[in-house]
């Protein structure tokens, strides 16, 4: 009994200690806790650049306006419109500088104003309706729920409609857009800029492709970037297995338009936000599934299709930002019904079996009398678009469009140019193989070739020159750029063997008798100044573009590759 109270007086004289024990190792805890945060406290954020004005070029109808450069910004800030997704309301202004000052002038060109037949009714593929009768039912079949579309104001006067309304009124016979169309600019500055109100996986197809809406009932076609713009495509792929390109998708419509044919969609670039633009607001079940964070932070996606959708293939922004491409919609098919033809040098994509125009050198006689390509300009159309994909270098041709209203007598749609640009320092010859086999084509297009191979009007400084009103620019790698001016002179190399030929060229003549070849008046080349008027043997060391030297059939790339019957 006696010992158990000593404890308990122990224990109650203890009481204290222990407790002021507690109190100091607590305050030691609590000491050193602050002291570590101190320390590991990071810096604060610097303040953010400085604001730029947008980048504008000379206002001229047929130059397309400048617009803000997003690419060098990439991954490092956005606007605060961009990560909220409230869209990109820039304002572009109109430059006095000579920013595209060539390009303006090659556009002036007579052969870039050819006449044109007159326009017909039937020769329009879409028209306003007029004298509609109004009523209550009409004006609540426009009105829309969904939330982020504005109700439509539009009449039958063209100043109410949205770019790509009138976009699709401008459509012709002959053209899909006219250069000095006022809409073609507003058009491409709707599309990197104009507010995104649904993002949904385009279906069918090899690649991933979005479809992106805007509050004016808009649609664009988005392709995200793949690849930078220096790579090259691995020699060991097969043309069916290579990339889809954003960049080549918008590169292809300035070619395109600097050549003079006018049939790629309208395209331009953009700074897409993945999180608020594409992930929070998608429809898309089965693109959402797709979204990820990356080990680094980044936001991803790879969605459904054929080809590299898969996680290893995923498409990731910088930390959300991704730049792709926004080609305009062409009318929907319930208005204006498009005819898909099969190419007749469409490749075998096989591994193993060649087509038969790579096994016939006497191939083209066959498509010669074979309908549509027996009558019309649908075989010299065909040759243009077999030269717009020898410049890109893209393979990836097995089809092509037109619009049904319009039956044979119309032009081609360059449509799905994703593949090209995938290598610079290698030609593929045999995509001139049409050219090659049936020595035919249009002199529109021959003088515009020998305009565009000059020193005054160079391919690549007049491209590098158009492709700078676009937000991503630099689109295009100065290998690339290069690689146009030497694929432009093995078409001419081309055309020349054709004329030597006993069959010799077969010109479709589309141009009045007053407009001159761009070769007449030129500065002559040093040998021609001696009295000798062709090139004959030796290397070509001038840059005339007009008077090739005789050459080899063999000889005509400055690669190992043989093609189309052993002829090159």
């Known amino acids: 009994m006696r010992l158990h109270c000593v404890l308990l007086s122990m224990r109650r004289r203890s009481r204290p200690f222990f407790l002021f024990l507690f109190c100091l190792s607590l305050a030691l ?7 570590t945060l101190s320390l590991s406290r990071d810096p604060c954020p610097p303040p953010p650049p400085p604001h730029h004005p947008a980048k504008t070029v000379r206002s ?3 130059a397309l306006t400048a617009m803000p450069n997003m690419a060098t910004d990439w991954g490092h800030h956005s606007s605060p419109n961009m990560a909220t997704g409230e869209g990109h309301p820039t304002t572009l202004k109109k430059a006095t500088g000579p920013a595209q000052a060539r390009l303006q002038a090659l556009f002036q060109h007579p052969l870039y104003n050819l006449p044109q037949p007159q326009l017909m009714e039937d020769d329009w593929l879409l028209r306003v309706k007029s004298k509609v009768k109004e009523s209550n039912s009409n004006t609540q079949e426009w009105e829309s729920n969904d939330e982020g579309y504005g109700g439509p104001q539009w009449t039958d006067s063209a100043d109410t409609h949205p770019p790509w309304l009138r976009f699709h009124l401008g459509i012709t016979r002959w053209a899909l857009y006219h250069r000095d169309d006022p809409a073609l600019p507003q058009l491409l500055q709707q599309l990197s800029t104009h507010r995104i109100v649904s993002a949904v996986q385009k279906p069918g ?3 991933l492709k979005l479809v992106m809406s805007f509050p004016n009932y808009g649609q664009a076609l988005f392709k995200p970037m793949k690849q930078e713009r220096d790579e090259e495509t691995n020699l060991n792929l097969f043309y069916f297995s290579d990339f889809e390109r954003h960049n080549a998708e ?3 419509f300035h070619l395109d338009r600097v050549l003079g044919f006018n049939r790629v969609p309208p395209a331009v670039g953009r700074l897409v936000n993945v999180t608020s633009e594409i992930q929070q ?15 680094v932070g980044n936001v991803c996606f790879y969605g459904q299709c054929s080809y590299y959708c898969t996680v290893e293939h995923g498409v990731c922004g910088r930390p959300s930002l991704l730049q792709g491409s926004m080609a305009a919609f062409l009318p929907d098919l319930s208005l204006a019904p498009r005819r898909s033809w099969r190419s007749p040098w469409r490749r075998s994509y096989s591994r193993h079996r060649r087509a038969e125009w790579e096994k016939n ?10 309908p549509p390509y027996n009558t019309g300009t649908r075989l010299a159309d065909l040759i243009d678009m077999a030269i717009l994909d020898f410049l890109m270098g893209n393979m990836d041709r097995h089809h092509y469009e037109t619009f049904e209203k319009f039956g044979n007598d119309t032009f081609l749609l360059h449509l799905d140019n994703g593949r090209a640009f995938g290598r610079h320092s290698q030609d593929e010859p045999s995509i001139l193989a049409p050219l090659q086999q049936c020595c035919r084509i249009r002199r529109s297009t021959l003088l515009r070739l020998h305009l565009l191979s000059g020193s005054r009007f160079t391919l690549s400084a007049v491209l590098r020159e158009s492709l700078s009103a676009d937000p991503l620019e ?17 078409v001419l190399r081309v055309v020349s063997v054709c004329r030597e030929l006993p069959a010799g060229l077969d010109i479709h003549d589309d141009v009045p008798a007053r407009i001159t070849d761009p070769r007449e008046g030129a500065e002559k ?3 021609q100044v001696r009295g000798q008027a062709t090139l004959f043997g030796g290397p070509q060391s001038y840059r005339c573009g007009f008077h090739p030297k005789k050459v080899v059939l063999s000889r005509l790339f400055n690669i190992n590759h043989v093609a189309v019957g052993g002829k090159f």
């Open 29 to 35: 805890h609590l000491f050193l806790a602050l002291h």
């Open 281 to 295: 607001l998608t429809t898309d079940r089965r693109l959402a599934r797709t979204f990820y964070t990356s080990p």
């Open 205 to 207: 197809g090899t690649q």
């Open 60 to 62: 001229a109808p047929q």
């Open 474 to 490: 630099p689109l295009l790698s100065e290998p690339y750029l290069a690689a146009l001016d030497r694929r432009l002179a093995a």
């Open 361 to 370: 050198p006497d191939y083209c006689t066959t498509v010669k009398s074979t």
């Open 525 to 527: 080349c040093p040998i």
């Open 250 to 252: 918008i590169a292809a």
